[in-house]
């Protein structure tokens, strides 16, 4: 199954949880708001899938004419179901390129990023890099195989030079960093917790040697025991829209257990991931994240580990910053194997 073209299968609560949605979604908008919104306060952003569940199959079915009602009135503050919603409906928007130069809606966006509703960082279009997000291509989906990787991007010598520079790299460890690597990831409900590291080098690496060579000699519990099993670990190079719009789709389609988190947030937890990855502050405008991202090296690479589940969907990235002396990894593994067997 491929985690870019298809959905995994379901749970039954998730089945529900998607009929309840397009159920929700035919109703008029003042009959949705009165099913819907239930009392009491839910803080913004908080895990309440519904909700982006509806605002996507809203978006997805209805005209909008028929959302701009929703925006009649403008929020005093980004806690409750009523606000989250909206704050949902206008990330979907926004993906599709829908809604720009209706008051309503411009001046319910104003009313969130004065408030500081996460999901107002985001642009109220689509970026030029964002232009794979939830784009099916026949046989681009999930790579699986060596020779899937080497087909699709070009490979990233090793040398020997990369194997010594590697071993003295030193691990730079910062949790709120990984924590916003990793979340697409945790947020999708992949199987296994996503490896997030960073290290320092004492010197400029080289361009030609950040390669599989270097990677190998990190500490890296994605890569312990590498080279016990059949195949060789690779890295090839890649480009950061191809990274960004993985990240997307980790959280946008979810892991086999189901944990879609809708667009709007699937788009917020892949820039954050994005970001952290190249050390930017929390915050920063996103098209100064596009422009930076352009002065970093990327890599995708595969190992054949027992971390790896080999199965689903496994990722594995490495950044490389301009100075040359920081690197970023996040590795991934998804498998719809029981959880009691994994290791």
Known sequence: MSHNQETPGDSSSDRHRREEAQHLAEL?????VRRLLPAGDMPPGGSNRMLRSVAAELVRTRHLGDIEPLFGELPDGVSGPAVELRACLLGELALIGSGGGRRSLEAYADRLRELGHPLARLPRTRLDIEHRFAVRVRGLGS????????????????TDGGAVAGR???????????????????????AREPEARFFTLPSPLSPGDFGISFIKELSLRCL?????????ALACMTTPDDVLNE????????????????GA??????WESLCALMGLPIGVPLLEAVRCAADHRWLRFMAFTDWFHHDTADLAFAVLDPTRTRIAVLAATDT???RDALG
């Open 247 to 262: 990240l997307f789709t980790a959280s946008y389609v979810g892991g086999v257990n189901g944990q879609g988190q809708g």
């Open 224 to 232: 312990a025991g590498e080279g016990s099993r059949r195949g060789s």
């Open 28 to 32: 008029g908008s003042a009959d949705l």
């Open 265 to 270: 947030y699937a788009r917020l937890y892949a």
């Open 143 to 158: 790579v699986k195989s060596a020779k899937q990787l080497r087909s699709r991007f070009p490979e990233a010598p090793s």
């Open 336 to 338: 719809d194997a029981h």
């Open 168 to 190: 003295g790299a030193r691990d730079a460890r910062d949790d709120v960093r990984a924590n916003a690597a990793a979340r697409p990831f945790r947020a999708g409900g992949w």
